[in-house]
């Protein structure tokens, strides 16, 4: 089963940006979607950002026209730009990626915004 690390998670300034990186521990050129959700505290888990295999994408309204998810299979790596970073964004950001039905998470990098 493929492994997921993130990594970039931080403290931040609101209005600043952040960029999250996702590692795969094997290849994800046939990973049908692939993508990042956060939980606040006391919140559920919801969906930010997924791109499919062949490249579309998703986003949450919150996030539209800040938030940019890219992958590069050559790199096994999906990446979350985030910019004009809220208060509100401020959450633990899970990497999820999804093979065939079988679906993986990864286990999550703290991004504040804080002033």
């Known amino acids: 089963q493929v492994q997921l690390v993130e990594s970039g998670g931080d403290l931040v300034q609101p209005g600043g940006s952040l960029e999250l990186s996702c590692a795969a521990s094997r290849s994800i050129a046939n990973s049908n979607l692939m993508g990042w959700y956060r939980q606040a505290p006391g919140k559920q888990r919801e969906l930010v950002a997924t791109i499919t295999k062949g490249g579309s994408t998703n986003y949450a309204d919150s996030v539209k026209g800040r938030f940019t998810i890219s992958r590069d299979n050559a790199k096994n790596t999906v990446y979350l730009q985030m910019m004009s970073l809220k208060s509100e964004d401020t959450a633990v950001y899970y990497c999820?990626?999804?093979?065939?039905?079988?679906?993986?998470w990864g286990q999550g990098t703290q991004v504040t915004v804080s002033s």
């Open positions: 999820y990626a999804r093979f065939g039905v079988v679906s993986t």
